[in-house]
């Protein structure tokens, strides 16, 4: 056997939220076959598997996984043209730097986001006005029914709001071992956020626009930083809602000033933020340990030996008196892992 299987592994360390219990089995993977190995380890000890990437999109139970968690570390770029291949355990925000510095546009509004390349898909991971589906070619990935590897075009992989094959259909299936982006040499930067317009003006070189975003990022606290308590989060929280346009109808007679969208499916979509501060919260909301960021009411924050019960105990409030106030359901966007 090539793969190491360490026991009892706290998980806390592994997330940006700094919360979770153990892992009864803890297994890192550097290849494809290790991966192979460490699912037929799991599969032989019939136990449940959570495959962990960069930690910043879950919520791990205080009691930790009573299984095997394994930690995807899968390394390497390929790069043709504007044809990037990138391998699932690389640092998200280290391959958008990458592109910005060989000029090739169409993910430097998605700067300073945390977490793995291979997760991106999964969430359909967006921020600024840009959506990761935009410009993902197709998705490789181990299917764990059969052990064989399939790859995905973009269109197979059903992307949505949040939303993909992935996180919403064949959930657990797949473990995702690369992402191909065709990206656009030389080309424009995507600058469709009012916030970001304001911010750049007229410039639109790359890397000012990735700039621009994580100077944004970091004055919501959306940027990890150990000295800055408000980045021990899972970010976002909470997904803006989406409705119908018989469901605005109505609440637009509970809230006529609400900041609304429309989507591409005729929904259209609410701030959740505003949801959230409307309702009675104001940044820096304490809840325990737990609380909200004091730049950003979407981020529910670790103050400090935070348990995951706490998290969960402020998220149902938030959930409550919003839904008591506008009618409208507010979801979470993190995995919670462990919970029964």
Same mark, same amino acid.
């Given at each position: 056997?090539?793969?190491?299987?360490?026991?009892?592994?706290?998980?806390?360390?592994?997330?940006?939220?700094?919360?979770?219990?153990?892992?009864?089995?803890?297994?890192?993977?550097?290849?494809?076959?290790?991966?192979?190995?460490?699912?037929?380890?799991?599969? =032989?000890?019939?136990?449940?598997?959570?495959?962990?990437?960069?930690?910043?999109?879950?919520?791990?139970?205080?009691?930790?996984?009573?299984?095997?968690?394994?930690?995807?570390?899968?390394?390497?770029?390929?790069?043709?043209?504007?044809?990037?291949?990138?391998?699932?355990?690389?640092?998200?925000?280290?391959?958008?730097? !990458?592109?910005?510095?060989?000029?090739?546009?169409?993910?430097?509004?998605?700067?300073?986001?945390?977490?793995?390349?291979?997760?991106?898909?999964?969430?359909?991971?967006?921020?600024?006005?840009?959506?990761?589906?935009?410009?993902?070619?197709?998705?490789?990935?181990?299917?764990?029914?059969?052990?064989?590897?399939?790859?995905?075009?973009?269109?197979?992989?059903?992307?949505?709001?949040?939303?993909?094959?992935?996180?919403? *259909?064949?959930?657990?299936?797949?473990?995702?071992?690369?992402?191909?982006?065709?990206?656009?040499?030389?080309?424009?930067?995507?600058?469709?956020?009012?916030?970001?317009?304001?911010?750049?003006?007229?410039?639109?070189?790359?890397?000012?626009?990735?700039?621009?975003?994580?100077? *944004?990022?970091?004055?919501?606290?959306?940027?990890?930083?150990?000295?800055?308590?408000?980045?021990?989060?899972?970010?976002?929280?909470?997904?803006?809602? !989406? *409705?119908?346009?018989?469901?605005?109808?109505?609440?637009?007679?509970?809230?006529?000033?609400?900041?609304?969208?429309?989507?591409?499916?005729?929904?259209?979509?609410?701030?959740?933020?505003?949801?959230?501060?409307?309702?009675?919260?104001?940044?820096?909301?304490?809840?325990?340990?737990?609380?909200?960021?004091?730049? =950003?009411?979407?981020?529910?924050?670790?103050?400090?030996?935070?348990?995951?019960?706490?998290?969960?105990?402020?998220?149902?409030?938030?959930?409550?008196?919003?839904?008591?106030?506008?009618?409208?359901? *507010? =979801?979470?966007?993190?995995?919670?892992?462990?919970?029964?």
């Amino acid at each position: 056997m090539s793969i190491q299987i360490e026991r009892d592994v706290p998980l806390a360390p592994f997330t940006t939220i700094g919360i979770g219990g153990p892992a009864r089995f803890f297994i890192h993977v550097t290849s494809v076959d290790e991966l192979r190995e460490a699912l037929a380890y799991a599969a =032989h000890e019939r136990q449940p598997v959570f495959i962990l990437g960069g930690g910043s999109n879950l919520l791990i139970a205080d009691e930790g996984f009573d299984g095997v968690v394994i930690r995807i570390d899968l390394r390497g770029i390929e790069a043709r043209d504007g044809v990037v291949r990138v391998a699932a355990g690389e640092p998200w925000d280290d391959f958008v730097a !990458l592109a910005v510095a060989r000029d090739l546009a169409g993910i430097e509004c998605l700067s300073g986001i945390p977490g793995l390349a291979g997760a991106t898909p999964i969430q359909n991971v967006g921020a600024y006005g840009q959506d990761v589906s935009e410009t993902i070619d197709r998705v490789e990935a181990l299917d764990r029914t059969t052990g064989g590897i399939v790859e995905f075009t973009n269109g197979q992989c059903r992307f949505g709001y949040r939303s993909s094959l992935f996180k919403n *259909i064949e959930k657990d299936r797949y473990v995702i071992l690369s992402v191909t982006f065709r990206l656009t040499p030389g080309g424009a930067a995507s600058v469709r956020y009012p916030e970001l317009q304001k911010y750049l003006g007229d410039e639109r070189a790359l890397d000012k626009v990735r700039e621009a975003v994580i100077a *944004i990022r970091r004055r919501k606290g959306m940027v990890l930083d150990p000295s800055d308590a408000d980045t021990r989060s899972d970010g976002s929280f909470f997904m803006n809602p !989406l *409705i119908t346009a018989a469901e605005y109808e109505s609440f637009a007679k509970l809230a006529p000033d609400a900041p609304h969208y429309p989507a591409n499916d005729g929904t259209v979509k609410l701030s959740a933020a505003w949801l959230i501060e409307h309702a009675g919260f104001q940044k820096g909301f304490v809840h325990g340990n737990a609380g909200l960021s004091s730049k =950003h009411t979407l981020a529910v924050i670790n103050r400090g030996n935070a348990t995951a019960g706490e998290v969960i105990d402020l998220v149902r409030l938030v959930q409550e008196r919003v839904r008591a106030a506008f009618a409208v359901d *507010i =979801h979470p966007e993190p995995n919670f892992i462990g919970f029964c």
